[in-house]
């Protein structure tokens, strides 16, 4: 089995940054796709974020030019920039991981609230 630890997040003023961590850890084979979800009150779940195996990256709309995904070997990062108010979200790391039993599944973390105050 598998399992996604995240830090980061908390509450920020409009216009300031922060960074989110997740790293993944157990009986890993290899991780494929790693990113970054959210959800706002009455919201869906929307992607945010995504980072390939190969370093491609692909973004939200809302988020290209303050955001910056990034990946250590099987842990990501979400740099957030010039954070805004409709940022505010409980935001989740993903994870496509193929476990030693050559398993492959989704993974998801616990979520880390994301508090931007304008």
């Known amino acids: 089995q598998a399992q996604l630890v995240e830090s980061g997040g908390g509450s920020v003023q409009a216009g300031g940054s922060l960074r989110l961590s997740c790293a993944a850890s157990?009986?890993?084979?290899?991780?494929?796709?790693m990113g970054w979800y959210r959800q706002a009150p009455g919201k869906q779940r929307e992607l945010v974020a995504g980072?390939?195996?190969?370093?491609s990256t692909n973004y939200a709309d809302s988020v290209k030019g303050r955001f910056t995904i990034s990946r250590d070997k099987n842990t990501v990062y979400l740099q957030m920039n010039s954070l805004k108010a409709e940022d505010t979200a409980l935001y989740y790391c993903?994870?496509?991981?193929?476990?030693?039993?050559?398993?492959?599944?989704?993974?998801w973390g616990q979520g880390t609230q994301v508090t931007v105050s304008s």
């Open positions: 993903n994870a496509d991981i193929v476990t030693m039993l050559l398993v492959t599944g989704g993974y």
């Open positions: 157990g009986r890993i084979f290899r991780v494929n796709t």
């Open positions: 980072i390939r195996s190969d370093g």
